[in-house]
């Protein structure tokens, strides 16, 4: 096994030496030069085509995925592999999307044949750009209380209502969401999971602007929005189950911000650039403390995964994950802060905008307060 996987080693550090443009070899991209993909995205280089199209021929942009929906079928310990050769050149991650991380899984999981034919392989590929249609005006941490409704007409559903805090909405071409389809039944059993296009008639979105200057939020409207029958996931009124199995990839996904393993300047780096960090050692055992967090935080969220692998589940796990990595997300960002003094408070710079953009990451998918409630009450068995 050892030896098979060295030997995959040695295959990945050939393939990565070849086909990784020199420009891709720079680290973790800015949130500008992420590559989100989707019908209307515009590559900001041809490095950046060059090497998704490079990594999506040989199913690397979804490893784990099976090769059929337009994975490579790697094992996670085959993964870790690929992961350490990229990491080891600096290279880019070809693609970074909501299908990718969320829609995907729960697409293997809870998807018919034909659903999981038809959408794997183009979001495996950056063809389709999808964002998430969960919350509502009047059901953000009570996500169980959605009122956005799915009326039965034979062969479709007509959807009407409002979601909000959609992040890319704007940008997206399909979106996932949560629609009420039998509106007498307790709030958990009437609710299904659809796929709606974007381009249907009657969606609209209208972006929320933050404090942070950025607009990565919309507000998405549905008005009278034909959805084929052949577009839920799962069976109907059961759409719960598939939005809970998806909350514990969203969850992850977002609290793997706080490893500082998988991303992100080392904070030793930011300190020994900065001659306020340098030479505070206040601010200096701060980050050590914050590194060794990370570090162990980095290496429970692999176990996790492992776990996944062996057939096990994360589950009600992913709450302590996401409570965990957003809250040394944001100490990460302030030690940046003052590491940098009053340089840190030029807008232009940057760092203003992380700074502040952090602060989201206790709110979105699941408040603090709600992660905490369910590690009180689900994993500590504390009464509630």
Known sequence: MAQDLEQLRTHWRAWLETNCPDEMRDGPASEADICWGGANWQFASEAQEVWLRRCASVGITVPTWPKEYGGAGLTRDEEKILHQEMKRINARTPLQSFGIWMLGPALLAFGSDAQKQEILPPIARGEIRWCQGYSEPGAGSDLAGVQTRADDCGDHWVVNGQKIWTS????????????????????????????????????????????????????????????????????????????????????????????????????????????????????????????????????????????????????????????????????????????????????????????????????????????????????????G
């Open 168 to 383: 890319y909405a704007d940008k997206a071409d399909w979106i996932f969401a949560l629609v009420r389809t039998d509106r007498d039944a307790p709030k958990h059993k009437g609710i299904s999971f659809v796929l709606i296009d974007m381009h249907s008639t009657g969606v609209s979105t209208r972006p929320i602007q933050l404090i942070s200057g950025a607009s990565p939020f919309c507000e998405t409207f549905f008005d009278n929005v034909q959805v084929p029958k052949t577009q839920v996931v799962g069976q109907i009124n059961r759409g719960w189950d598939v939005a809970k199995y998806l909350l514990t990839h969203e969850r992850e996904m977002i609290s793997a911000g706080g490893a500082l393993m998988g991303g992100g300047r080392a904070l030793g780096a930011v300190l020994a650039d900065s001659e306020t960090g340098n030479s505070d050692p206040i601010l200096r055992a701060d980050a050590m403390r914050a590194e060794i967090d990370g570090l162990a935080f980095g290496l429970t969220l692999e176990r996790y995964k492992d776990q996944v692998e062996a057939g096990g589940s994360v589950g009600d796990a992913s709450a302590m994950l996401k409570y965990a990595g957003t809250e040394l997300n944001k100490r990460r960002q302030e030690l940046i802060m003052g590491a940098e003094g009053s340089a840190a408070l030029e807008w232009e710079a940057g760092l203003p905008g992380s700074w502040l953009r952090s602060k989201a990451n206790s709110i979105e998918g699941g408040t603090s307060e709600v992660m905490l409630g369910i590690i009180a009450k689900r994993i500590l068995g504390l009464p």
